[in-house]
């Protein structure tokens, strides 16, 4: 195990303790084909598509349109960002609590059940009726969890695309707080990325503005917990034994500890910024 902690680990207490080995693991995954992309990068691509360029003139009915605004505008309109703490209010992130609470007794659920289906010869073998005592005494009766409101969410826009019962329903995934001093775009990724994809693609980003844009531990920390809150999902569904490291995802990323957690980055007033939010919406709702 590479034994390097964050470069800056050591000072303020709001620094996040990380083996960097860890993440530089994750970010090296041999089947790791994800970056999140830039949205520089992504106006430059479609600099070069004509028929792009129209449909944009018509939509902004402007011939000299700005197109790496519009663009982001476009994308952030359908994106919600990749952190509880940038995503609910206070509220929204105890009833965020509770459902993982919930989710946790679910699986635990789902591991008693597993036993019923083993062969009877093992001795982690149960019966149908010795599992649900079992989960009667160990668990008990699963309390329903509360649903979300439009005002346990930061920004309206995110309850549009999430809804009461909080499921995903962008298309793109944000990162505020992590655009370059070179490029203060958005950092988007595809909501259609597996948790693992999400993960690595996230891992490879902080490498890259950790060694090669010389981002401050304070830019850093939301990338971490990004990480972090991904784990829960590594290790239902991505946590296969890696013989390299012995090891699954989940476990490996599980050991990123944070002193304290981010808190949401400022908003970003840009003058002039084009409300593509409700002209999506209108033209979706005039087909």
Known sequence: MEPVADAQAAT??????????????A????DRKEVLPLMLDRAAKLAGDADFLQAAELF???????????VSDLVTAEAVPFLAAYRYQPSGLRHREIWEKTWELQRREDAIDACANLPTGLPQYLTAA????????EIGTIPVPPKYGSGDFRKTAYWALRGKLDVPKERFIGYPGAERGVDPTPVIGWAGWSYLQRAQALAGYYIRMKEQEGFSAKK???????LRELVLWLRQWHNEIDPAYGVGMGGLLQRIRLRRGPRPPPERRVAGKLDTLS????NRGSR
């Not at 902004?60 to 519009?70: E, G, I, K």
């Not at 010795?130 to 005494?137: D, G, H, L, P, S």
């Not at 002209?279 to 209108?282: A, G």
């Open 130 to 137: 010795q599992a649900a005592a079992r989960k009667a005494t």
């Open 27 to 30: 970010a090296a995954a041999p």
């Open 60 to 70: 902004t009915q402007n011939p000299s349109f700005d197109l790496t605004r519009l």
């Open 12 to 25: 303020p207490s709001r620094i996040p303790v990380v083996c960097f080995g860890d993440v530089r693991r």
């Open 279 to 282: 002209v999506v919406r209108k």
């Open 220 to 226: 850093l920390t939301p990338l971490l917990a990004g």
